[in-house]
């Protein structure tokens, strides 16, 4: 019986995205975005797996993250209607900082549902 347990939660992780990695997500980003970098840049969120949001409707995604910036490198492929991106990094109020950092973009198709993520890392 457990097996058989086990067996439906992975097929619904897999059909419907991870809500359990859309939390640490959110919860990372909130961690960057309250941070405040004295001596150097703050950033995060590069170890999660974008994948891992893949199945999950974008009203979802947008409730937790908050609301998204356009993707500076648009790659969409076949079938991607939209492209969303989050910043995981903040600077110094002061200084000469130049750079970038983690970046998360994920991709939707026709009904708003993640079918593509990474991370893009500027510089």
């Not at 000469?96 to 990474?118: A, H, I, K």
């Amino acid at each position: 019986m457990l097996a058989g347990s086990l067996a439906i939660v992975e097929l619904s992780a897999c059909a419907g995205g991870n809500a359990r990695a859309l939390n640490a997500f959110a919860a990372e980003l909130r961690r960057v975005e309250a941070s405040r970098p004295v001596s150097g840049p703050v950033e995060g969120g590069h170890w999660l797996k974008p994948p891992d949001l893949v199945g999950l409707p974008r009203t979802m995604i947008v409730e937790k993250l908050g609301a998204p910036k356009n993707c500076s490198f648009d790659e969409r492929r076949a079938g991607e209607t939209r492209c969303d991106r989050w910043v995981y990094y903040k600077f110094p109020a002061e200084g000469d900082w130049v750079g970038g950092g983690p970046e998360l973009e994920l991709y939707y198709d026709g009904s708003d549902t993640c079918v593509r993520g990474q991370w893009y890392v500027t510089a």
